[in-house]
C-alpha cells in the first residue's frame, strides 16, 4: 500500500459555451476513472481538484450503458471537487491531468496550474496527463 503517497489529480470546470465550436464538453470520464481506481486501489491517498472547485462536468459523449457501474463512484467525486487554491501542492507527490476538451478551455491559461506544474517539474516530482490533458 501507497497511504503516505498522495496524487493530485486536477481537472477541468469548463463544459462548452456558445462562444466556441464546442458547445458541450467536460472531462472525458474514462480518463478519469481507470486512473483514479488504480491510484485509489493502489492505496494512495487522492485530491481531485479543479480551477473553481465544485463541479467538473463529465463529457456526455464518454457517457455509456456500457460503462463499468464502478465509474459511478467517478461522477459523484466531479460533482465536488476541490478548488485548487484550497490545496497545499506542495504535500503531493504526483500530479495528474485527465483529458477531454475541457483542458483546453480552463486549464491551459490557468496561471496558478502552471506555478503548480512547473513546482513539480522543478522538484522532480511525477507529472501525468493523458489526451487533452497536457494543455494544463
Do not use: Q
Not at 79 to 99: H, Q, W
Request: aromatic residues 12%; negative net charge.
Amino acid at each position: 500500500m501507497n497511504e503516505h503517497k498522495k496524487i493530485l489529480i486536477v481537472t477541468t470546470n469548463y463544459s462548452g459555451d456558445d462562444n466556441s465550436p464546442i458547445k458541450e464538453t467536460g472531462v472525458y470520464l474514462e480518463e478519469f476513472a481507470v486512473p483514479y481506481l488504480v491510484f485509489k486501489d493502489t492505496g494512495y491517498e487522492i485530491t481531485v481538484a479543479s480551477p473553481k472547485g465544485g463541479l467538473s462536468p463529465v463529457d456526455e459523449k464518454s457517457m455509456s450503458c456500457s460503462n463499468p457501474m464502478e465509474w459511478d463512484e467517478c461522477i459523484k467525486i466531479l460533482r465536488n471537487t476541490t478548488r485548487l487554491s484550497e490545496v497545499n501542492y506542495k504535500e503531493y507527490d504526483a500530479i495528474f491531468l485527465p483529458g477531454g476538451h475541457g483542458p483546453m478551455f480552463d486549464l491551459a491559461n490557468d496561471e496558478f496550474l502552471k506555478e503548480i506544474v512547473e513546482y513539480f517539474y522543478e522538484n522532480n516530482k511525477i507529472i501525468a496527463a493523458i489526451c487533452h490533458g497536457p494543455a494544463g
